[in-house]
């Protein structure tokens, strides 16, 4: 069975601050696909980023970076010097050999000024 | 503007009645997913579907029903067999299977009282 663990329920941070969610992951698949995504207070869910179980190299994109271990099945999502505007509920999921996706919880992210 | 359009955004039915709840696509996606995202907790997959007139049921299915007669449509609908059907629907799409990054709607909010 796949399963997705953000431990973090909620984190509040002053803006400026740096921020990481951390997220763990079960698989028994050799083969799978890893995925975060921003729910503002809209509700809905804006694609981050995806990435393959055969890539591990870290990727930052603006002031998001993200960082893939294998060896501890963790795929974490750094926000550096945040804004209120990332105010907004943060999911990391999974997509198998199933080819369904497999949330976790969410962390809520608040970020005051 | 490519994109998901879910109606309405808010709705409210009396205990006992059936109510659908209409998405439609227009970004040429193969694939469709309901979810259901109660309170402080992540997306449950109800029903999916990779091609027309075919469809899975997902992690939470009893209770709801959908058809997929259209690539651009997949409507889902409340049954008064669901328990607890209050909550927040979201229906996304994705270009094949689950594999690949899922395009979400606004979303509806449903109220059965």
């Known amino acids: 069975a796949q399963k997705v663990t953000q431990a973090q329920t909620e984190i509040s941070v002053v803006e400026k601050e740096d921020v990481t969610l951390d997220c763990v992951y079960e698989?028994?698949?050799?083969?799978?696909?890893l995925f975060w995504y921003k729910q503002p207070p809209s509700g809905e869910l804006v694609f981050l980023i995806r990435?393959?179980?055969?890539?591990?190299q870290n990727e930052i994109s603006g002031r998001y970076s993200w960082n893939f271990q294998k060896s501890t099945s963790s795929f974490n999502f750094t926000i550096t010097a945040s804004q209120v505007v990332d105010s907004a509920v943060y999911f990391c999921?999974?997509?198998?050999?199933?080819?369904?996706?497999?949330f976790g919880a969410g962390t809520i992210l608040r970020v005051k000024s | 503007d490519g994109g998901i359009t879910q109606s309405p955004k808010y709705l409210f039915r009396k205990e006992g009645q059936n109510v659908t709840l209409s998405c439609e696509q227009n970004?040429?996606?193969?694939?469709m997913y309901w979810y259901r995202q109660d309170p402080g907790q992540g997306l449950r997959l109800i029903y999916y579907?990779?091609?027309?007139?075919?469809?899975q049921k997902g992690d939470i299915a009893e209770g709801y029903s959908v058809s997929r007669e259209k690539k651009e449509s997949f409507p889902l609908t409340v049954t008064s067999a669901q328990k607890n059907p209050t909550a927040f629907y979201l229906c996304?799409?994705?270009?094949?299977?689950?594999?690949?990054?899922?395009?979400f709607g606004p979303g509806t909010r449903l109220t059965v009282t």
């Open positions: 999921a999974l997509s198998g050999r199933g080819n369904k996706l497999v």
């Open positions: 970004l040429n996606h193969d694939a």
């Open positions: 990435r393959n179980s055969f890539d591990e």
């Open positions: 996304a799409s994705s270009p094949r299977d689950g594999s690949y990054e899922q395009y």
């Open positions: 579907s990779q091609i027309v007139n075919d469809f």
């Open positions: 698989t028994r698949d050799t083969t799978y696909y």
